[in-house]
C-alpha cells in the first residue's frame, strides 16, 4: 500500500468548492479532513494530526484571522494556506503577515492549488526535520541551536566529553559559555557528581585561593573553621573556571602548579591535597593579546588550551536565533506563569535581523520583556520594533486619567526595566535605583513581578 502524502484540513462553507477539493487531493494520495464552519474544523484540527490546513477567510460563524490565531496558538509551527475572494485580498495579505504560509485568491486552478500544497507540504517535512535538529542538542546539551556554527561545536563536545582534556571555551559575553561547560560535564563520565563553577571576575583576588584550595581554622581573621576548597570538593567532577583571564599573576601561577601536578595547599597549611579535577576555563578576552601584555602567563594559557571551542557571537549565526527566540518565549511564560503568547512572522524576522551585541543573554532579556509588557496574545513586529526602541524609558498609558493607576504603572514598569538590566541581582537593583531590598521586595510581591532564574 502506497504512502499517503501527507493529512489536508480543509475549512470552507462553499459546499461544493469543499467536496471538489476533497475529491482532488484524495485522489492525489493525501489524507483528507473537512469542515463547514471554524467551531468544526477547530474540533477536528485538535483531534486529528493535520500537516496543511487550507482556511477560507469567509466563514459563516466567526472570522477567518480568528481561527487562524486559534490554530496558530496551538501550534505556532502550523502551516496555512488562506483561500480569500477579491474583497479580502486586504485580509489574507494581513494573515500571511500573522504566520499564514501563504493566501490563493479564488477561484483557483487546480494546478495552481495542488502546487501551492506539494511546495507547503515539503515545507513541513523541513520544518519537522529542522525541529528535530533542534530538540537533539536541546534534550542532550540544554543548548538551542541548528546553524552550521553550532552543529559542529556539538560534535566537538561528542569527542571531548569522554576525556579528561582540559577545555578552554572563548567567545563575547552572553553567547552560552557556561551552557557548553555544563554539555561538556553532563556528557562526560563525570555526569553522576555536581558540576562545580568559579567566576574568577566575581571574587576578589585575596580571596580566589581560599576559594579554589580552601583553608585551615585561624589562617587570616574571620577565619573561624577550615574550609574545603572548590578544589577538593570536584574531585572525580569537573571545575568551570569561569572568566579566567581576570586572575591575577599570582592566583595564575597558583592555578598552573594545581593544574600540572594535580595537587594543592589550602590557605594556612603546609600538607599538600590531591584531587583528580577535570578542568575547563572560559573567557570573554583575548588571552593571547594579554599575554603580549604581561597580563596573562603564556605557560598557562598553553596548559589551558588543549582543546579550544570558539562560541560565535550570534550576529555570525542567524538562523539560531528564531529557535532560541521560540524556546525563551515558551520559558517565559512557564516561568512567569503569564498568558500563552506567539511571535508573528514578522516579528520573528525583525528578532532575526538584530545585532545582539549582548548576544544570547541580551535575546533573553528582551524576549522575556516583551511577554511581560506585552497585553497581546500575538507578539507583531511593530511591537518589537517599539521595544527595541526603548532604551530605559517606559511609557505612560495615556488612556487613562487615573493619577494613581498611572503611578503603579510607572512603577511595576520601572522595576521590571531595572531588574532585567541588572539580571534580576536584587541587591544590585536596589542599590542601582536607591530603593532599599525590604521595600523592593515589597513592590515586586504588589505587582505580581518574580523573580527570573
Keep these: 500500500m502506497k504512502d499517503k502524502k501527507g493529512t489536508i484540513l480543509i475549512i470552507d462553507d462553499d459546499n461544493t468548492l469543499r467536496k471538489l477539493y476533497v475529491d482532488i487531493f484524495k485522489f492525489e494520495d493525501y489524507d483528507v479532513y473537512d469542515a463547514a464552519t471554524g467551531v468544526e474544523g477547530l474540533q477536528v484540527y485538535e483531534h486529528h494530526k493535520i500537516d496543511l490546513v487550507i482556511l477560507d477567510l469567509k466563514l459563516p460563524d466567526q472570522n477567518g484571522l480568528f481561527l487562524l490565531n486559534k490554530i496558530l496558538g496551538i501550534n505556532p509551527l502550523q502551516l496555512v494556506i488562506i483561500l480569500s475572494g477579491h474583497a479580502t485580498i486586504e485580509k489574507a495579505v494581513e494573515a500571511t503577515k500573522l504566520g499564514a504560509y501563504d493566501f490563493l485568491e ?191 602567563r603564556q605557560d598557562l594559557f598553553h596548559r589551558i588550551n588543549v582543546v579550544n571551542i570558539h562560541i560565535p557571537p550570534l550576529r555570525k549565526r542567524r538562523e539560531d536565533i528564531r529557535p532560541i527566540a521560540l524556546h525563551f518565549l515558551n520559558e517565559t511564560y512557564k516561568e512567569q506563569q503569564l498568558p500563552q503568547k506567539r511571535f508573528s512572522l514578522d516579528a520573528l524576522e525583525l528578532l532575526s535581523k538584530q545585532p545582539w551585541k549582548g548576544n544570547v543573554r541580551e535575546l533573553k532579556n528582551f524576549i522575556e520583556r516583551l511577554c511581560v509588557l506585552s497585553e497581546a496574545d500575538i507578539i507583531t513586529g511593530l511591537t518589537a520594533s517599539k521595544a527595541l526602541n526603548l532604551k530605559e524609558e517606559v511609557s505612560l498609558p495615556t488612556e487613562t486619567d487615573d493619577y494613581r493607576k498611572a503611578k503603579e504603572f510607572f512603577e511595576k514598569n520601572f522595576i521590571i526595566s531595572k531588574l532585567m538590566k541588572y539580571n534580576w541581582n536584587i541587591t544590585r537593583t536596589a542599590q542601582a535605583t536607591g530603593i532599599d531590598r525590604a521595600t523592593l521586595h515589597r513592590k515586586m510581591k504588589q505587582y505580581g513581578i518574580k523573580v527570573n532564574k
Design 106 to 296: 479564488k477561484p483557483i486552478g487546480m494546478e495552481r492549488l495542488l502546487l501551492t500544497v506539494k511546495n507547503a507540504l515539503e515545507k513541513t517535512r523541513l520544518i519537522h526535520e529542522k525541529q528535530h535538529l533542534i530538540k537533539q542538542p536541546e534534550r542532550r546539551y540544554k543548548i538551542v541551536g541548528v546553524s552550521t556554527m553550532m552543529r559542529q561545536i556539538f560534535s566537538v563536545i561528542d569527542k571531548v566529553a569522554p576525556t579528561n582534556s582540559i577545555v578552554l571555551l572563548s567567545g563575547e559575553s552572553g553567547t552560552g559559555k557556561d551552557l557548553i561547560a555544563q554539555a561538556i560535564h553532563y556528557n562526560s563520565l563525570r555526569a553522576d557528581k555536581h558540576f562545580f563553577r568559579l567566576n574568577c571576575a566575581a571574587i576578589p583576588d585575596e580571596l580566589v585561593e581560599c576559594e579554589l584550595f580552601g583553608h585551615t581554622k585561624g589562617a587570616f581573621t574571620h577565619a573561624f573553621k577550615d574550609k574545603k576548597g572548590l578544589c577538593l570538593l570536584a574531585h572525580q567532577s569537573s571545575l568551570f573556571l569561569d572568566e579566567i583571564g581576570d586572575l591575577s599573576l599570582r592566583a595564575q601561577a597558583k592555578v598552573l602548579n594545581a593544574i600540572e601536578t594535580g595537587e594543592f595547599t589550602p590557605v594556612g597549611s603546609e600538607k599538600s591535597h590531591h584531587a583528580d579535577v577535570r578542568i575547563i576555563c572560559a573567557t570573554n578576552q583575548d588571552l593571547e593579546k594579554m599575554i603580549e601584555q604581561k597580563k596573562f
